[in-house]
């Protein structure tokens, strides 16, 4: 897909998530592109519920940068993190669950909305042509991004849309201004304040039609973590034995194998060491030299009696192929 693979090695990054001033080298914000009033200052942390209404956007013309090649800094990182996250409130059903468009299942008015999520959604992030551009309108007009990417929220993620309007008018403002500084600390503290705020710690003990979904996901983070810090590997499962009748493959569980257990000098000596015991190992062990001696005759005898009649084969072809050329020579 081409709209996610890496741009190259300076711009490196997903472009469906990029930054429009890394995909195209141009600032946001030129000289006398109107902006909203009131966006230069951007109000506490500590105010961020306050007002879940989105403001109306009020044309003014504002001192902008003009510069050309942008460098990659700071800012363009905390960017795509905040376009990831716009992705995913309007992408995710809730935890773990992806948003499925149903027609059979939503009223008409909740149709429409459907329908303009799905084309906000491919508009920002799926179509590689024209992203970057969509990107700039959305930066620069409020009104567009309240339109395009925060009525296209899904329920669950409703209560953080303070939390994404207050990150959308920090990044304004440092791209206007052209200071990037403090904008780490900024995203830092949102989050930490809207992690403190009662209503979105308590947000799925309110819905309980979330409930499922969180249990989903929790187990399967136990799961990683229990893998990820356990001591002892992973089972391989169960081995495959070839039979060499037919070729097929039966499993066969790990518990059939015989585990043998190592063995000090001490344990695998006899137990008696009394003399007659001594006098019949020395029996047996004579008994077998004697037949690995025999063996060993029989083996030399053979195969001397095989190199012994070979030679004779040899002598035979020779002798009938002399008197041949014999008879020749008579004619």
């Known amino acids: 897909m081409e709209d996610m693979a890496f741009y190259d090695d300076e711009h490196r990054g997903t472009p469906a998530f990029m930054s429009y001033e890394i995909l195209t080298g141009k600032p946001y914000f030129q000289a006398d592109v109107p902006i909203n009033h009131g966006d230069d200052d951007l109000?506490?942390?500590?105010s961020m519920f306050g007002d879940d209404d989105a403001e109306a956007a009020k044309p003014a013309t504002s001192k902008s940068s003009t510069q050309e090649g942008i460098p990659h800094d700071a800012v363009h990182d905390l960017e795509s993190f905040f376009w990831v996250?716009?992705?995913?409130?309007?992408?995710?059903?809730?935890?773990?669950?992806k948003r499925e468009f149903k027609r059979g299942?939503?009223?008409?008015?909740?149709?429409?909305?459907?329908?303009?999520?799905?084309?906000?959604?491919?508009e920002t992030f799926e179509n590689g042509y024209n992203t970057p551009e969509k990107k700039k309108d959305l930066m620069t007009s409020k009104s567009t991004f309240e339109e395009k990417i925060i009525a296209s929220f899904t329920p669950y993620f409703g209560l953080v849309k303070p939390v994404v309007r207050y990150l959308y008018r920090a990044l304004r403002k440092a791209f206007r201004e052209r200071k990037f500084d403090d904008l780490h600390t900024t995203f830092i503290d949102v989050f930490n304040f809207a992690e403190q705020t009662p209503k979105l710690r308590n947000w799925h003990i309110e819905k309980p039609e979330y409930a499922p979904m969180e249990k989903a996901v929790r187990k399967s983070w136990e799961r990683e973590e229990s893998v990820s810090n356990s001591?002892?590997?992973e089972s391989a499962g169960t081995l495959e034995k070839v039979s060499r009748a037919t070729g097929t493959k039966r499993s066969r569980p790990r518990d059939e194998f015989e585990v043998i257990q190592e063995k000090s000098e001490e344990e695998?000596?006899?137990?008696?060491?009394?003399?007659?015991?001594?006098?019949?190992?020395?029996?047996?062990?004579?008994?077998?030299?004697?037949s690995r001696v025999s063996r060993g005759a029989e083996a030399v005898a053979g195969a001397a009696a095989q190199s012994n009649s070979s030679s004779q084969r040899a002598a035979g072809g020779r002798k009938e192929h002399k008197t041949y050329r014999k008879r020749n020579n008579c004619r």
Not at 85 to 97: D, H, I, N, S, Y
Not at 105 to 122: K, Y
Request: proline share 13%; aromatic share 4%; net charge positive.
């Open 231 to 233: 001591p002892k590997p």
């Open 43 to 46: 109000p506490p942390v500590s």
């Open 268 to 290: 695998a000596a006899p137990a008696s060491s009394s003399p007659s015991n001594r006098q019949g190992r020395k029996k047996r062990a004579k008994t077998a030299s004697s």
């Open 105 to 122: 299942t939503l009223s008409p008015e909740a149709l429409v909305e459907a329908q303009n999520a799905q084309v906000a959604i491919f």
């Open 85 to 97: 996250f716009c992705w995913l409130c309007m992408t995710r059903e809730g935890p773990g669950k």
